[in-house]
């Protein structure tokens, strides 16, 4: 009997529930209109994966694996990802029966008009409970926690991406601090031995002791520059250490960053339409907006009635003097619930989750812009700092000149020192601008592969996230 009353309840309930969605997800389009093409223009080609492999440089590769299994941000990055995955399982328990088994012993004694009752007694039971989702309240919080795992996952892509480019950056910052630093020495040598050359031409009276001084005071001037190139240099080495999880001290990479390398060309930008899947933070904006979404559904059916099918089944024994009573028993309940009065608090949730879903909207805009942007920047440093570069080659070739021409005026008597030094001082400081816009050309380069994005990281995430399952035993 228990059976065909509960199977009639279910199919009346299944009746009523077909068609009684009470709010239908919003279309997301996306903000702006796509152009065809980048206006600040971009080789051909598909955009590349793994980007920095570009480089050709094994001590890079080295160390970008090692970020990527040891760096703390990212570890922190995955067990926030554990706790959401944690949460859309519990979210998903709530749409299913749960079952519950209750357990009572009692001894006791009463008084009777025919004496005291002593006996024992015990109850053992199951109890079953299932809340029907008529509204889909039940299930558009499991999809907005699914959604959230999801844009958590892209959250943890995107830190690959931003990880990958900081490593790069670091990695190659010191490799231009190391050529500052043999450029510095270098200098050195050459003001030490105008110095000596200087002060052998005072002591045969050819030159004034001002020649000495000024002499002295260039040399003194990069010695003091050396050292704070050297300063920046374990500065650098600091962070890419704490960047791939070690201890700041000594050198990150063994043996030293390699050299600057030559400079590849520059990246494909792809198409703008393409960005929008490539890029995992554009994505999880997108995700989050469609979770707030499904909150607003959520909380416009908690408005509604909630039917809970409750059924309990056991069996008892009640032991007294005058008699045992021992049996089974069942019950069937359907508990209905309808909110009358609650001094608005779920027509403010509702209002609360609409103006989410609205921030959402314009946080996902922003993203949308942001990247577009992010691509255009890029396309334009590339092209300023190539063109940068030539014209400083193109100077330093001419500064060269004019230090040897006014060393061998001076050393015939036709110009004064000062001639000599600042042909020298232009021609180290040029130099040096030099190497850190060959540097620079490589993060224009690093930035413009971290605006189109990629989806090489989803490997890496695919794997971490089975080692975890694999270690907590399954989700």
């Keep these: 009997m228990a059976r065909t009353v509960v199977g009639s309840i279910l199919t009346i309930l299944a009746v009523l529930s077909a068609g009684c969605a009470v709010y239908r997800p ?30 050709g440089d094994r001590g890079l590769n080295r160390v970008m694996e090692e970020a990527f299994a040891g760096n703390p941000d990212l570890a922190r990055a995955y067990e926030r990802l554990e706790q959401s995955r944690a949460l859309y399982r519990g979210a998903a328990a709530a749409g299913r029966p749960s079952i519950d088994l209750q357990g009572e012993w009692s001894r006791e004694d009463t008084p009777s ?44 892509e995107t830190l690959y991406i931003s990880l990958s480019a900081e490593i790069a950056d670091l990695y190659y910052l010191a490799a231009e601090q190391r050529a500052q630093l043999r450029l510095a020495e270098q200098t050195v040598e050459s003001y030490a031995d105008i110095l000596s050359l200087v002060e052998r031409r005072y002591r045969a009276g050819l030159v004034p002791a001002l020649d000495v001084y000024q002499a002295r005071q260039g040399l003194a001037g990069v010695k003091a520059q050396q050292a704070a190139i050297e300063s920046s240099l374990r500065v650098t080495e600091h962070a890419l250490s704490v960047a791939l999880g070690r201890y700041p001290a000594g050198e990150a990479v063994e043996g030293g960053v390699a050299e600057l390398p030559e400079i590849p060309a520059a990246f ?15 994505r999880a904006a997108l995700l989050r907006l469609k979770a707030s979404d499904e909150r607003v559904a959520a909380a416009i059916a908690d408005r509604f009635p909630s039917f809970n099918l409750v059924a309990s089944y056991g069996k008892s024994s009640l032991v007294f003097s005058t008699g045992d009573i021992v049996g089974n028993f069942w019950k069937v309940l359907v508990d209905l619930s309808q909110p ?3 001094g608005g608090r779920r027509k403010a949730e509702v209002d609360r989750s609409r103006a989410v879903f609205h921030e959402n909207l314009a946080l996902y805009r922003k993203a949308v812009l942001s990247a577009f942007q992010e691509v255009e920047d890029a396309l334009v440093r590339n092209r300023a700092s190539e063109e940068r570069i030539r014209r400083l080659k193109e100077q330093a070739e001419a500064a060269a000149a004019t230090f040897r021409l006014s060393r061998e005026r001076y050393l015939r008597g036709l110009s004064d020192y000062l001639e000599v030094l600042n042909a020298q001082t232009l021609l180290y400081e040029t130099r ?10 490589i993060s224009d380069r690093i930035t413009l592969a971290r605006a189109v994005g990629g989806r090489w990281m989803e490997h890496e995430v695919e794997e971490r996230l089975a080692g ?8």
């Design 340 to 342: 009358l009065l609650d």
């Design 268 to 282: 494909p930008a792809g198409l703008p339409s393409e960005v929008l899947s490539r890029r995992p933070d554009v």
């Design 113 to 156: 008009f025919f004496g005291n009752n002593t006996g024992n007694s015990y109850i053992l039971s199951a109890a079953a409970r299932y809340e029907l989702d008529l509204w889909r309240k039940l299930k558009s919080r499991t999809k907005a926690a699914l959604l959230e795992v999801e844009a958590l996952r892209e959250d943890v």
């Design 26 to 55: 919003q279309p997301v389009e996306p903000p702006v209109p796509v152009p065809p093409s980048f206006a600040g223009g971009s080789a051909p080609g598909a955009p590349v994966e793994r980007w920095w492999e570009a480089f």
């Design 432 to 441: 040096s601008r030099l190497l850190a816009a060959r540097r620079q050309l």
């Design 468 to 475: 975890n399952d694999h270690k907590g035993g399954g989700s």
